[in-house]
T-cell receptor, first 111, second 118 residues
Framework: QKEVEQNSGPLSVPEGAIASLNCTYSDRGSQSFFWYRQYSGKSPELIMSIYSNGDKEDGRFTAQLNKASQYVSLLIRDSQPSDSATYLCAVSREGYSTLTFGKGTMLLVSP | DTAVSQTPKYLVTQMGNDKSIKCEQNLGHDTMYWYKQDSKKFLKIMFSYNNKELIINETVPNRFSPKSPDKAHLNLHINSLELGDSAVYFC?????????????????FGEGSRLTVL
């Protein structure tokens, strides 16, 4: 059973703080990792992808991958109220024709 | 111009009825998907099509029948609707099918179709 685990939250942080979202996965064959953001009532949208161990930065977002620990995280620096959403971790593996999603972590950023 | 579009956005219907949701993508992608998101927001794969061929059917009841007339379209027909079918159904597309080392790449989602079965 391929599983992607996330803490459902909510994770509450004050505006300007760093939000840290975590995800673990069970399938060691996973090779592609994605973070999607989903606002309430909207569709998921991709914010970060990461394929190799280490950090990948894009603006205020940093994705971190550790394949040995089967762990991927998303850091959001200088959190804004507009970052309040559910963040979905998704993984895929070679030869498997879809992404497997975690249940998402709700992030609440208070002004 | 919307990349992945679904219609209708909302369906309200009675148990036992049949309904269809249509999806079209203009991204030139080879692979399309149906995902179901339940009330707890869990997004779960239902079907995956690559160039009109079914490649994934994730233990979905056979009341659900996808059809792909061409690689830009993927429709979902649901027979004999049940209360538990109430959910948001998302269509998505990706450039790759996942069967190569490239994986699927990014998924692009439609806006979702909220189905309510009374």
């Amino acid at each position: 059973q391929k599983e992607v685990e996330q803490n459902s939250g909510p994770l509450s942080v004050p505006e300007g703080a760093i939000a840290s979202l975590n995800c673990t996965y069970s399938d060691r064959g996973s090779q592609s990792f994605f973070w999607y953001r989903q606002y309430s009532g909207k569709s998921p949208e991709l914010i970060m992808s990461i394929y190799s161990n280490g950090d990948k930065e894009d603006g205020r977002f940093t994705a971190q991958l550790n394949k040995a620990s089967q762990y991927v995280s998303l850091l959001i620096r200088d959190s804004q109220p507009s970052d309040s959403a559910t963040y979905l971790c998704a993984v895929s593996r070679e030869g498997y024709s879809t992404l497997t999603f975690g249940k998402g972590t709700m992030l609440l950023v208070s002004p | 111009d919307t990349a992945v579009s679904q219609t209708p956005k909302y369906l309200v219907t009675q148990m036992g009825n049949d309904k269809s949701i249509k999806c079209e993508q203009n991204l030139g992608h080879d692979t399309m998907y149906w995902y179901k998101q339940d009330s707890k927001k869990f997004l779960k794969i239902m079907f995956s099509y690559n160039n009109k061929e079914l490649i994934i059917n994730e233990t979905v009841p056979n009341r659900f029948s996808p059809k792909s007339p061409d690689k830009a379209h993927l429709n979902l027909h649901i027979n004999s609707l049940e209360l538990g079918d109430s959910a948001v159904y998302f269509c998505a597309s990706s450039q790759y099918s996942g069967v190569t080392s490239q994986g699927t790449g990014e998924l692009f989602f439609g806006e979702g179709s909220r189905l309510t079965v009374l």
